[in-house]
T-cell receptor
Framework: KQEVTQIPAALSVPEGENLVLNCSFTDSAIYNLQWFRQDPGKGLTSLLLIQSSQREQTSGRLNASLDKSSGRSTLYIAASQPGDSATYLCAGSSGGSYIPTFGRGTSLIVHP | KAGVTQTPRYLIKTRGQQVTLSCSPISGHRSVSWYQQTPGQGLQFLFEYFSETQRNKGNFPGRFSGRQFSNSRSEMNVSTLELGDSALYLC?????????????FGPGTRLTVL
């Protein structure tokens, strides 16, 4: 059974800083790894999806990597802005279905 | 293209009642999944429907049920509500629910059970 862990649970950084969010998973036979952001009381917004055959994906200031052998994914946010403040969740699919297992998220605050 | 919509956005019920939540997926999406999100347990998968058939099911009691219609719209029902059912219920749709498919989430329905 896939288990997904995100560390740290919370992070506070000054505006402009580059930062890395970490996600680890237990089942290396992963089909894909997705990163989402969630604003308070809202639904999830998909940021990036990395398929098992890929090593990374990029979208604007975001770059996500996937290392199946070590069971890790990272989300890199360049030049952080206050608007990046949200909870970031990663989710991995494996084990015969494509249903994602979610981590508990990293709550990010970017202060001006 | 319109996003995933969920109705109602907020609900207040009392213990023992039942509730029905609705989800309209993005046009053309045939897979609809439901999740429960609570501060204590995080995001937990309830079930997934594809072409009107339940294809996957999470580890929830039988009080939680769902269905999907021919237009891919989905409903979930919770009977005999308990206080612990208070949560944000999220619906997500994707083209086929496959490994290369991105899931798109709705804004959620906030259910409070008193």
């Amino acid at each position: 059974k896939q288990e997904v862990t995100q560390i740290p649970a919370a992070l506070s950084v000054p505006e402009g800083e580059n930062l890395v969010l970490n996600c680890s998973f237990t089942d290396s036979a992963i089909y894909n790894l997705q990163w989402f952001r969630q604003d308070p009381g809202k639904g999830l917004t998909s940021l990036l999806l990395i398929q098992s055959s890929q090593r990374e994906q990029t979208s604007g200031r975001l770059n996500a990597s996937l290392d199946k052998s070590s069971g890790r994914s990272t989300l890199y946010i360049a030049a952080s802005q206050p608007g990046d403040s949200a909870t970031y969740l990663c989710a991995g699919s494996s084990g015969g279905s494509y249903i994602p297992t979610f981590g508990r998220g990293t709550s990010l605050i970017v202060h001006p | 293209k319109a996003g995933v919509t969920q109705t109602p956005r907020y609900l207040i019920k009392t213990r023992g009642q039942q509730v029905t939540l609705s989800c309209s997926p993005i046009s053309g999406h045939r897979s609809v999944s439901w999740y429960q999100q609570t501060p204590g347990q995080g995001l937990q998968f309830l079930f997934e429907y594809f072409s009107e058939t339940q294809r996957n099911k999470g580890n929830f009691p039988g009080r939680f049920s769902g269905r999907q219609f021919s237009n891919s719209r989905s409903e979930m029902n919770v009977s005999t509500l308990e206080l612990g059912d208070s949560a944000l219920y999220l619906c997500a749709s994707s083209l086929r629910g496959g490994a290369t498919d991105t899931q798109y989430f709705g804004p959620g329905t906030r259910l409070t059970v008193l």
